[in-house]
């Protein structure tokens, strides 16, 4: 069993006309339940929830002061290298473009965590574009190494991995795995992942299962909104966060809500998310997950994120660069744009403005076991 069952039943709805069936008394439903079921989910996506954002927003705002309190967690990506062997149509690292690729020398990414960590970050997500030749599990590894003198957490964003892989990433230090489906629409999927391993759906689709199997301890998932209907996707997603939750409730399960940003190419995405969508999409997130960590990243404008701190967002980036080596080098080839190019510091002030306490670090690993002193 595995989630890609789920998704085989999923897309046999009848999506035409599926979503016109939800009434308002359906989505009072929802929100009067205290704990939202797939039928709640998929009436607090459809249109008739779009006159409730208000109701849904307040009881996101309470669920997520009740689990996670006045606070925001803080990270920042650090990209490794660019090499990448896939063929995807929307993405910047993309094999068809040519331009200068970069891998950082574990000397470069000591000098990228110092200027990090001289910002007061502690949290950090580390990147590679998709290519086991030129930045496979080994050299991870060996970044991790270095990392860990500057980091108490340190999560990736690679290529999917084995099982075992992913265990000898864990046993190195890192402790958190985010990789995002990009569309969970097999179709639509395949018409965008033109060559490449990623080509493969299921290997995808079942990675975040085998990183809980690899003992990570916090898995995040997403789509990258916009490359095929929204409210499909957002279903999808919140389903498989529920999928693998309820099989490995000691893994932290959390969600991102990425939006389709350019860099390279003339992409144009499918769907339109707008940023009411997009507020929708994070309020039923929270309502039917009550207890998992929901990040936003810089991809969204500076002004928009302002807004959605108070409705259910747990975890943000800041100090963003989405270029290799781009907090301490210069020259590199961005992923995609951002939209919110404020500092740590300007952003931790922004959140105490509303009352949050920033928070850098919350989260180590102990140099020995508890009980075994």
């Not at 409210?231 to 389903?239: G, M, N, V």
């Not at 951002?338 to 009352?355: K, W």
């Given at each position: ?24 008394e359906d989505v009072k439903r929802a929100l009067r339940a205290e704990q939202v079921d797939e ?335």
């Amino acid at each position: 069993m595995s989630f890609y069952e789920t998704m085989t039943r999923l897309e046999q709805l009848p999506y035409g006309t599926l979503w016109s069936r939800y009434t308002a008394e359906d989505v009072k439903r929802a929100l009067r339940a205290e704990q939202v079921d797939e039928e709640g989910l998929m009436a607090l996506l459809s249109p008739a929830a779009e006159p409730y954002l208000e109701e849904m927003a307040q009881k996101a705002h309470r669920l997520t002061r009740t689990h996670f309190g006045h606070v925001m967690q803080l990270f920042t990506p650090m990209y490794l290298a660019d090499f990448c062997v896939n063929h995807c149509t929307y993405c910047s690292f993309s094999s068809m473009y040519d331009f200068p690729r970069k891998k950082l020398t574990l000397e470069e990414v000591a000098r990228e965590a110092e200027t990090i960590a001289a910002t007061g970050l502690r949290h950090i997500l580390i990147l590679t574009g998709e290519s086991r030749r030129d930045s496979p599990a080994g050299y991870v590894r060996d970044c991790v190494n270095v990392l860990r003198r500057y980091f108490s957490s340190v999560s990736i964003e690679v290529n999917p991995l084995s099982t075992a892989e992913y265990a000898e990433l864990r046993e190195a230090g890192v402790d958190g795995l985010t990789l995002y489906q990009e569309v969970y629409h097999q179709e639509t999927y395949r018409a965008l992942h033109v060559k490449g391993p990623k080509r493969v759906y299921r290997n995808r689709l079942d990675a975040p299962e085998r990183g809980c199997q690899a003992g990570f301890r916090s898995i995040n998932i997403g789509a990258l909104l916009g490359m095929y209907e929204w409210r499909q996707e957002a279903l999808a997603t919140a389903l498989h966060a529920r999928y693998l939750q309820d099989k490995y409730p000691e893994c932290e399960i959390g969600l991102s809500t990425p939006r389709f940003r350019p860099y390279l190419g003339e992409f144009n995405p499918a769907s339109d998310v707008t940023d009411r969508a997009l507020v929708q999409i994070i309020l039923a997130y929270r309502l039917f997950l009550p207890r998992s960590g929901i990040s936003l990243s810089t991809r969204e404008p500076a002004a928009l994120r302002d807004h959605l701190v108070q409705l259910g967002i747990t975890k943000m980036s800041a100090g963003v660069s989405t270029e290799v080596g781009g907090h301490s080098l210069e020259g590199g080839t961005p992923q995609f744009e951002i939209s919110d190019n404020r500092s740590v510091a300007e952003m931790a002030e922004m959140l105490r403005s509303q009352g949050l306490q920033p928070v850098f670090k919350d989260w180590d690993i102990l140099s020995e076991p508890l009980g075994l002193r």
